[in-house]
């Protein structure tokens, strides 16, 4: 779909080698937690994903698509303690604040940045942010539930979906473009963001157009809507019958002498 699409360029994907098992276990042992079973068994198949492409501009390609899933080594725990931390240098944290609103019916409770979740990088996304595999329930044992989060440059969390295979389709769907996550928080996608959707994912941008009808995102032009007061039945120019050439002769005569008649009376007066 992407190489068939106008001005696309350089489309790669990168294979890479199934996760050996005990590579998985040993990261579930590390992080006393255990993957869920579909992400699980993505990394039987594919250790990771990465696939980037390119548009021409002035025959040049620039980078603009990315869609990434990092591999199992490189699912690391965000806000983990390291060993190069100054002494009481500020953490994730400390960004925790006890007043802050619980999930309540349509808004579930968001991620904790200190012990009382697990948070895994799951997508990088170019600096705009990270996708991250949520455990919200670390204590007093890990809960299996997990959720796919998305956490903005400002440090908000917007969930996006339930199951990793859920937000993998969405990824695919959204053809990797840059941003794509904005479009699941309240302020949306950058304007220059806007202008890539509108070129290669035009339905995604307009959601808020579509409903259960298949075509009701088309737009359809009634001519007899827009232009009601404009509608006038054309008027059709009749030509004047032709004159006989007699005819036409007497007239011109007839033209001559009235000339003629009031020029005398002219003179005259």
Not at 172 to 189: A, M
């Amino acid at each position: 779909l992407l190489e068939t699409s106008p001005g696309v360029a350089e489309v790669t994907f990168v294979e890479k080698e199934p996760a050996e098992r005990h590579t998985i276990i040993s990261w579930e042992q590390k992080n006393s937690c255990i993957l869920p079973e579909d992400l699980k068994n993505f990394y039987l198949m594919t250790d990771g994903f990465q696939m980037t492409w390119s548009v021409k501009t002035d025959d040049t390609p620039m980078p603009l698509g990315s869609m990434v899933i990092n591999s199992v080594s490189k699912l690391c725990r965000l806000g983990g303690s390291s060993m190069y931390t100054l002494p009481n240098a500020p953490t994730l944290a400390d960004l925790e604040d006890d007043t802050d609103e619980e999930g309540n019916g349509d808004k579930p409770e968001k991620p904790h940045f200190d012990s009382r979740s697990l948070i895994f990088e799951l997508d990088p996304c170019n600096g705009n942010g990270k996708v991250c595999l949520v455990y919200k329930h670390a204590k007093p044992v890990v809960s299996p539930d997990t959720e796919i989060w998305f956490l903005d440059r400002a440090l908000y969390w917007h969930f996006l979906t339930k199951t990793f295979t859920a937000y993998y389709r969405l990824l695919i769907t959204h053809l990797g473009l840059p941003q794509w996550q904005y479009t699941f928080t309240s302020y949306g996608v950058s304007p220059q963001a806007k202008q890539w959707f509108n070129m290669y994912k035009p339905i995604t941008i307009n959601t808020a157009l579509l409903s259960e009808e298949a075509d009701s995102f088309v737009n359809k032009l009634d001519p007899n809507k827009v232009f009601k007061s404009k509608n006038k039945t054309p008027v059709i120019k009749k030509k004047p019958p032709s004159q006989p050439a007699g005819s036409q002769k007497s007239h011109t005569s007839m033209t001559s002498s009235k000339t003629s008649s009031l020029a005398g009376n002219s003179s005259r007066k």
